[in-house]
């Protein structure tokens, strides 16, 4: 949570007005491509069932695909031909597998976001900016700093080095002695 301190132009009384906001920063997401490997299938041919004519007892048409990690089953028999009722299985049968990859990968971005986000609650302060006494406070590492136009210009060293540097501690401290 960023804490912003500062007197409005509208304040007249000059009281320091206080906001708060949350950011999150999330890497962008890769496109799923759905690769079917024939040895995960398991495919079944079989005569189609109702309404179609003379063909339809005569000829191994139906086509049952089962996708053996997922369980997904997909059928088609709407075609005479087996390899068109084939074809039209497996348009489905990636097109299921996409909608499981997607759910799954929206499912796994909500957690990350749900982490990352906190509770947004005030007492998870991040940084303070002060723009009455020009004070950055980083909570995280105890560091304060009065250069707040400086920061606000881009010159971020200032708040990123401590950062490195708490961070390259913590991970010296879990990886232990002698590791």
């Not at 005479?80 to 990859?101: I, P």
């Not at 990350?112 to 006494?133: A, C, H, I, L, W």
């Not at 105890?142 to 501690?169: F, I, N, Y």
Request: charged fraction near 30%; include cysteine.
């Amino acid at each position: 949570m960023h804490r912003v301190q500062r007197v409005p132009e509208t304040e007249s009384q000059g009281r320091i007005h206080t906001s708060a906001a949350s950011v999150v920063v999330l890497p962008e997401a890769d496109d799923v491509d759905v690769q079917v490997d024939e040895n995960d299938l398991k495919i079944d041919v079989y005569r189609s069932t109702g309404h179609g004519g003379q063909s339809v007892n005569t000829t191994d048409s139906a086509v049952r695909i089962t996708h053996l990690p997922t369980g997904l089953v997909v059928t088609c028999q709407d075609e005479k031909s087996q390899l068109k009722n084939k074809t039209k299985a497996m348009r489905v049968l990636r097109a299921r597998l996409y909608d499981l990859a997607e759910a799954e990968r929206q499912r796994e971005l909500s957690e990350t976001r749900r982490g990352m986000v906190g509770t947004g609650d005030r007492s998870e302060k991040v940084r303070t900016y002060n723009f009455p006494q020009s004070r950055i406070t980083d909570h995280r590492v105890d560091l304060t700093v009065h250069q707040l136009q400086k920061v606000l210009d881009g010159d971020l060293d200032v708040l990123v080095e401590p950062l490195m540097q708490a961070e390259q501690a913590r991970r010296l401290l879990e990886d232990g002695p002698g590791d």
